[in-house]
């Protein structure tokens, strides 16, 4: 079963960053889709980023580009998320998850995706 572990949420003020990590294991693949997704109260979860782990794709939604940037590093089997310039409006959980391929003709969706980890807490205060 396919696991995944996200961590490095917390409490930070609007203009800070923070560093969220997502490790990937038992995927039998060498190649394969990671994404970032959110989730505020009351609202829709939403993409953030997405990365080819193994590969060099990344893709990010267009209110986060220039402010958040996803990485691998492949030896610890972790994607990342490099978040700067947050912003109260950043306040959500936020949400890794894998899938077997980038569907790059199309937006980061939710519904792409089949293995979720838990979630990490990021709130930012202004």
């Known amino acids: 079963q396919v696991q995944l572990v996200e961590s490095g949420g917390g409490s930070v003020q609007a203009g800070g960053s923070l560093r969220l990590s997502c490790v990937v294991s038992?995927?039998?693949?060498?190649?394969?889709?990671v994404g970032w997704f959110r989730q505020a109260p009351g609202q829709e979860r939403e993409g953030v980023a997405r990365i080819i782990f193994g590969g060099s794709y990344t893709d990010y939604a267009d209110s986060m580009r220039g402010r958040f940037t996803v990485s691998q590093d492949i030896a610890k089997n972790t994607v990342y998320l490099q978040m700067n310039s947050l912003k109260p409006e950043d306040t959500a959980m936020y949400y890794c998850a894998a899938a077997r391929y980038c569907d790059v003709l199309a937006g980061i969706r939710v519904t792409d995706f089949d293995y979720w980890g838990q979630g990490t807490q990021v709130t930012v205060s202004s």
């Open positions: 038992r995927y039998t693949y060498s190649r394969y889709c």
